[in-house]
């Protein structure tokens, strides 16, 4: 069984960063890509970055100039380092893992929110 997890997602002020995790564990082969991709409401999933097992990186519009993908763990670890967040960057971000036969898996997903607005704070009255 093969896991992958994703970790770091949160509320952040536009302008900040977050540092996105992934890693996986379970019977996987030799992992050949790990990427990042993102799906906001009502929106298609779409690419931010992949990076091979030699390195090589590869982004989309929405990732170049702000993030920046990295690999580690003898490569089974990827993290997005994601700076000057801005509210349009609010998605849920999923991890990618493609091994060297070509089997993909996905993790569950970790929310972003870029937002002015404070978080909010939940306020039950019950009797």
């Known amino acids: 069984q093969v896991q992958v997890v994703e970790s770091g997602g949160g509320f952040v002020q536009p302008g900040g960063s977050l540092r996105l995790s992934c890693t996986t564990s379970?019977?996987?082969?030799?992992?050949?890509?790990m990427g990042w991709y993102r799906q906001a409401p009502g929106k298609q999933r779409e690419l931010l970055a992949t990076i091979t097992s030699g390195g090589t990186t590869k982004y989309g519009d929405s990732a170049k100039g702000r993030f920046t993908i990295h690999r580690a763990n003898a490569g089974n670890t990827a993290a997005l380092q994601m700076n000057n967040l801005k509210p349009e960057d609010t998605a849920i971000y999923y991890c990618?893992?493609?091994?060297?036969?070509?089997?993909?898996?996905w993790g569950q997903g970790t929310q972003v929110t870029v937002s002015s607005w404070g978080q909010g704070t939940q306020v039950t009255v019950s009797s």
């Open positions: 379970g019977s996987i082969l030799s992992i050949y890509i």
């Open positions: 990618n893992v493609v091994d060297t036969v070509t089997n993909e898996y």
